[in-house]
Each structure stands twice: as structure tokens, then as C-alpha cells.
């Protein structure tokens, strides 16, 4: 599935995620920056932080009490905020949009 992720310097990148993989293993596989993803991916840093485009939220897994309290050590938090090492790419989610804020880190 193609997830296309728009970074700080505002331009886009489109990145064939595998199913099963995060968004943020997408993002630093390819060496993309934003996602800090300071931690590996264990739920315990917030700098993997996007904004996951409206249409697209509810092709990923629903946001979990521990994601939810991390957030709120990120920086322009919203309410499509989501840790991107919390979202498992599935076949449902090609053409999601994420957009990396430039607090990350
Ligand atoms: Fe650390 Fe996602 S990579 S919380």
C-alpha cells in the first residue's frame, strides 16, 4: 500500500509501505525526515508524531490509552494526531496521507 507523507519542508513523498509495517518504519526505511522515531517504535518517545488526513483515519488501528497519554508529550497536537509507530499499515490504508509536523524531536 502507497502512503504518501508530507514532510516539515512541506514536500511529499510516496513510499510503498508492506502490509504489516508502521508508518514509521515507512518513513525511516527510506530515510525520510520528521520521524525521529527516537525509541524503535515501542510506544514510549513521541517523536514519530503525524497527522494522519481525515479521510484515512479509520483505516488504521484504534488509538490506545497508551498512545493517547504519550501525545501528550508532542508538540501541534490535533485530534488526527497518532504515533506513526502505532499505525500497522493494511491494505485498506493506500493513499492514506500523513503529514509530519516540524515539532518532532
Ligand atoms: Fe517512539 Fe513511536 S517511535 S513512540
Same mark, same amino acid.
Given at each position: &500500500? =502507497?502512503?504518501?507523507?508530507?514532510? &516539515? /519542508? %512541506?514536500? *511529499?513523498? !510516496? !513510499?510503498?509501505?508492506?502490509? %504489516?509495517? *508502521?508508518?514509521? @518504519?515507512?518513513?525511516?526505511? +527510506? +530515510?525520510? &525526515?520528521?520521524? #525521529?522515531? =527516537? $525509541?524503535?517504535? *515501542?510506544?514510549? $518517545?513521541?517523536? $514519530?508524531?503525524?497527522?494522519? @488526513?481525515?479521510?484515512?483515519?479509520?483505516?488504521?488501528? =484504534?488509538?490506545? /490509552?497508551?498512545?493517547?497519554?504519550?501525545?501528550?508529550?508532542?508538540?501541534? !497536537?490535533?485530534?488526527?494526531?497518532?504515533? *506513526? $509507530?502505532?499505525? #500497522? #499499515?493494511?491494505? %485498506?490504508?493506500? %493513499?492514506?496521507? #500523513?503529514?509530519? &509536523?516540524?515539532? +518532532?524531536?
Amino acid at each position: &500500500p =502507497e502512503i504518501t507523507y508530507v514532510v &516539515p /519542508d %512541506g514536500t *511529499s513523498h !510516496v !513510499v510503498d509501505v508492506p502490509v %504489516g509495517q *508502521s508508518v514509521m @518504519d515507512g518513513s525511516v526505511r +527510506n +530515510n525520510l &525526515p520528521g520521524i #525521529v522515531a =527516537e $525509541c524503535g517504535g *515501542s510506544c514510549s $518517545c513521541a517523536t $514519530c508524531h503525524v497527522h494522519v @488526513d481525515e479521510q484515512f483515519a479509520a483505516s488504521f488501528g =484504534e488509538i490506545t /490509552d497508551e498512545e493517547r497519554d504519550l501525545l501528550e508529550y508532542a508538540e501541534d !497536537v490535533c485530534d488526527r494526531s497518532r504515533l *506513526s $509507530c502505532q499505525l #500497522v #499499515v493494511t491494505a %485498506g490504508c493506500d %493513499g492514506a496521507r #500523513v503529514t509530519v &509536523p516540524d515539532s +518532532n524531536g
